[in-house]
């Protein structure tokens, strides 16, 4: 009797960190509120997201952990950004940087990159593509892309490393099909252990 009571809480026991691992398995980033939320309109150019400063970094914990990234849901309509010709579909590209960087030489748009050795071989920054089409009810993970810091020759180079987006950036978001389809990209930007602003950036794709 002991011995099957000792296997029937090792069973619950079980069943209770299996339940865990799945709920520490769902991306934050798919649930958290997004910060911003822009409608693509059929003329459209160019628009920008700024983070105020890093607080996005230190979001307080959810149950399945912090997003720790500026979010912002892009919603495409049939007609966003056709310009007057709903036969072309190029859609717009989106692309991140970091802004106002420390160290970086720079101030707004221009503070993207460090200009010395230690913060550059430190930096980071990651955007997270996630959509969810038409009347869906979930996202789905699209990939990402990673950026880490390299010195090299006395400046600083910023480049993916790792990434399961083709290409890494930029990321070509289309029109919907039907009704509005719902982009959310999720970035950060890290410099040494501290969150820092981070700019995303939507723009028309030059001409083919």
């Not at 221009?110 to 955007?127: F, M, R, S, V, W």
């Not at 719902?182 to 252990?193: E, I, K, T």
Request: glycine share 8%; charged share 20%; net charge positive.
């Amino acid at each position: 009797m002991r011995v099957w009571r000792i296997g029937v809480v090792l069973a619950a026991v079980m069943v209770s960190f299996s339940g865990i691992a799945r709920a520490q398995s769902v991306d934050p980033c798919q649930s958290t509120p997004a910060d911003a939320i822009f409608h693509v309109p059929e003329f459209f150019h160019e628009q920008s997201f700024v983070a105020r400063d890093g607080r996005y970094w230190y979001r307080p914990e959810y149950a399945a952990g912090p997003c720790r990234s500026l979010v912002v849901d892009l919603m495409m309509a049939t007609n966003s950004n056709d310009n007057g010709h709903p036969d072309l579909n190029d859609g717009i590209n989106v692309e991140m940087f970091a802004h106002n960087l420390p160290s970086s030489g720079g101030v707004g748009a221009l503070g993207h990159t460090p200009t010395n050795e230690i913060d550059c071989n430190q930096h980071y920054a990651k955007l997270s593509w996630y959509r969810c089409l038409g009347s869906c009810r979930q996202f789905q993970d699209m990939g990402a892309t990673e950026f880490h810091g390299v010195w090299l020759a006395g400046s600083c180079v910023v480049g993916s490393k790792h990434s399961t987006l083709t290409p890494p950036t930029p990321v070509r978001v289309r029109r919907s099909d039907v009704g509005f389809d719902r982009h959310r990209f999720a970035v950060r930007v890290r410099q040494r252990a501290s969150g820092q602003q981070v700019r995303l950036r939507l723009f028309q794709p030059p001409p083919q």
